[in-house]
């Protein structure tokens, strides 16, 4: 069930939308401001305007959901498509105005790229280390030569000052369940990592790791090219 895509819907379609709760497996369900997803350019942070600068040449947009980041790119004659797992999420992509916006996979996709970008923490869909590193392999096949990878990430390693971290698995590995309108999406797992963990992983695949920004606030802004 597309719990967030209704969400989503109900928003673009009146400009208002009922609270969408977002469980999680560390505290309390959260609140998620459903306008956030729709900001534009002049409301986008420091670290996600870095990133858009950045972009060269064919871009993905991974995880795009309703095209706010694609927006600001084809804004600039980008040559951009934006992919989205959610159904309802790319047909707002497509009535924004977003030239190539598709329903499809980023594990199952194949074709080449300048950039791939995955913004608002897009590398989290990996789930865990495992298939975090996993992806960095299956991210090569979609690099043009002389390309690059751009995600930011957390390191949530803050959420433990007062608990001690998980013992089982590691720290950044976290899960997630939507709420809207008394309706609840399947639980899914979430992936936050730390800088040193990101670098020592890239550089084992075989990708040069930069740190290209952080906003002291445990986010920061990574570039992979390949060595």
């Known amino acids: 069930m597309d719990v967030f895509g209704k969400a989503l819907t109900d928003f673009y379609k009146t400009g208002v939308a009922g609270v969408l709760l977002l469980h999680n497996s560390y ?3 959260e609140e998620m401001p459903i ?3 729709f900001r534009d350019e002049e409301e986008m942070p420091v ?7 950045m972009c060269k040449g064919k871009v993905l947009d991974v995880g795009a959901g309703v095209g706010s980041h694609a927006l600001v790119l084809q804004a600039f004659n980008g040559d951009v498509t934006a992919i989205d797992v959610s159904e309802a999420a790319v ?3 497509k009535d924004r105005g977003i030239k190539k916006a598709l329903l499809q996979d ?3 996709y194949t074709e080449k790229f300048d950039t791939v970008l995955m913004l608002m923490n897009g590398i989290g869909l990996t789930g865990t280390l495992t298939v975090f590193k996993d992806f960095l392999e299956k991210l090569k096949e979609l690099i043009n030569p002389g390309g690059q990878v751009l995600f930011d990430t957390s390191d949530i390693a803050y959420l433990y000052h007062d608990l001690p971290k998980p013992q089982n698995r590691y720290y950044g590995e ?4 939507y709420e809207y309108k ?3 999406g399947n639980w899914f797992n979430w992936l936050y990592v730390d800088p040193d ?4 992983m890239a550089s084992e695949v075989g990708w040069t790791c930069e740190i290209i920004f952080d906003d002291e606030q445990d986010q920061y802004l990574v570039r992979l090219t390949l060595v």
């Open 182 to 184: 008394g309706e609840k």
């Open 27 to 29: 505290d309390k369900p």
């Open 35 to 37: 306008d956030f997803f």
């Open 197 to 200: 963990t990101v670098k020592k």
């Open 91 to 93: 047909d707002i992509m």
């Open 47 to 53: 670290l996600e305007l870095q990133a858009l600068h």
């Open 106 to 108: 980023i594990f199952t």
């Open 174 to 177: 976290v899960s997630y369940q």
